[in-house]
T-cell receptor, first 117, second 115 residues
Framework: AQKVTQAQTEISVVEKEDVTLDCVYE???????LFWYKQPPSGELVFLIR??????QNEISGRYSWNFQKSTSSFNFTITASQVVDSAVYFC??????????????FGTGTRLKVLA | EPEVTQTPSHQVTQMGQEVILRCVPI?????FYWYRQILGQKVEFLVS????????KSEIFDDQFSVERPDGSNFTLKIRSTKLEDSAMYFC?????????????FGPGTRLTVL
């Protein structure tokens, strides 16, 4: 069965520290997509990144970087020089193929990141 | 930039009442979804909708739930007789296509509180 595990329920760091959020997934699909979403205290889901299963190149966007390792089924997210505004819950998600042809997202339980000033 | 919108942002209702949550997907999108997030828990898939019919639904989506696209722009989720456990954040999402290459864009959510 498809599954996404975010073992870290809550992380606290001091501003300017680097922090890595872990995500491990399980799927039988050979083609799949992985996502990270940010949920700030206001509650909306903010799309951060999508990565397909054939592209294992690491990606960097400003202070954010993602490390996709197919061999360990992990898609970790690192924030460099964290800021208070990074405080949020971060969700990792996997798109699951359905027999109907549409896709649903399987979300992890989220990691709450607190960045202290 | 086009975005998914949802109304209301917060709905308070009495147990047993019917509620309708409204969503306006991105205009050229053809696939629509509802997800639910009970407070402090993960986001869970409820239903997907395409071509005016349900494509897929989860075990959560029982007979008290229904979805509809009443006109060319709105996509609604109706809960016929709300229960306390229906209290959650409900997210609408839409995508241009239904393939894995199509990113689902989420609305800001409607927080439903059932008293």
């Amino acid at each position: 069965a498809q599954k996404v595990t975010q073992a870290q329920t809550e992380i606290s760091v001091v501003e300017k520290e680097d922090v890595t959020l872990d995500c491990v997934y399980e799927t039988r699909d050979t083609t799949y997509y992985l996502f990270w979403y940010k949920q700030p205290p206001s509650g909306e889901l903010v799309f951060l990144i999508r990565r397909n299963s054939f592209d294992e190149q690491n990606e960097i966007s400003g202070r954010y970087s993602w490390n996709f390792q197919k061999s360990t089924s992990s898609f970790n997210f690192t924030i460099t020089a964290s800021q208070v505004v990074d405080s949020a819950v971060y969700f990792c998600a996997l798109s699951e193929a359905r027999t109907s042809g549409t896709y649903k997202y399987i979300f992890g339980t989220g990691t709450r990141l607190k960045v202290l000033a | 930039e086009p975005e998914v919108t949802q109304t209301p942002s917060h709905q308070v209702t009495q147990m047993g009442q019917e509620v309708i949550l409204r969503c306006v997907p991105i205009s050229n999108h053809l696939y629509f979804y509802w997800y639910r997030q009970i407070l402090g828990q993960k986001v869970e898939f409820l239903v997907s909708f395409y071509n005016n019919e349900i494509s897929e639904k989860s075990e959560i989506f029982d007979d008290q739930f229904s979805v509809e696209r009443p006109d060319g722009s709105n996509f609604t989720l109706k809960i016929r007789s709300t229960k306390l456990e229906d209290s959650a954040m409900y997210f609408c999402a839409s995508s241009e296509g239904g393939a894995s290459t199509d990113t689902q864009y989420f609305g800001p959510g409607t927080r439903l509180t059932v008293l």
